[in-house]
């Protein structure tokens, strides 16, 4: 495969990855949402297509959503369709945090210099 084709392939996986939506299901989600799989998931999950399963295994230990996007290696407009799927499925629960960590700001802070 050449390395176009390649860029293209990998420039159509999210658009297939969200059926074509660009807006989460569920408003609200932001970079630090605290993102958990419910007990639930664990029973459920396997049955789920393979990002949404590398979802629900992340978030076994809470996770904010830059963090969930940068696991599975989309861009966080994906991720947040995906993750907010899920909660609307009832295998993900959020909250907000009222102070992020300083670890989480320091990688928040990596992922856009990288950008």
Request: hydrophobic share 40%.
């Given at each position: 495969m050449s390395e176009d084709s390649a860029?293209?392939?990998?420039f159509v996986r999210p658009f297939i990855m969200t059926g074509?939506?660009?807006?989460?299901v569920q408003a609200g989600l932001r970079l630090e949402t605290l993102v958990v799989a419910v007990e639930?998931?664990?029973?459920r999950g396997p049955g789920l297509e393979?990002?949404?399963?590398?979802?629900?295994?992340?978030?076994a230990e809470p996770k904010t959503v830059a963090e969930v996007a940068d696991?599975?290696?989309v861009p966080l407009g994906v991720a947040k369709v995906l993750i907010a799927d899920l909660m609307v499925?009832?295998?993900?629960a959020s909250r907000q945090p009222?102070?992020?960590p300083l670890h989480v700001l320091e990688r928040i802070r990596d992922h856009v210099r990288a950008l």
């Open positions: 860029e293209d392939a990998l074509g939506r660009s807006e989460p639930e998931a664990h029973v393979f990002e949404r399963q590398r979802i629900v295994a992340l978030c696991g599975i290696g499925g009832g295998l993900l009222t102070e992020l």
